[in-house]
């Protein structure tokens, strides 16, 4: 694909609260996964999206074949 100039690249984010999660899993669940983050929280989507946004962009153009991991998780 690069021969083409086509990049493929993905993201995997760790937890990210939005309304379906919320619709789909317990408070406590989701409590609980939030707090196991270095930050204590859960991911806003925007900021799942910037980096997807920065890897659509001119920014990223010599990045392919790699997967971004959006997460706080501690080490």
Not at 26 to 48: H, Q
Request: negative net charge; charged residues 20%.
């Amino acid at each position: 694909a690069a021969e083409f100039g086509v990049r493929i690249n993905a993201v995997s984010p760790s937890i990210a609260k939005h309304a379906f999660l919320a619709k789909v899993t317990s408070e406590e669940l989701l409590d609980k996964l939030s707090s196991d983050e270095a930050f204590g929280r859960a991911a806003e989507p925007w900021e799942v999206a910037a980096t997807i946004a920065m890897l659509a962009s001119d920014y990223t153009s010599y990045l392919t074949g790699e997967v971004v991991s959006v997460s706080s998780q501690r080490a």
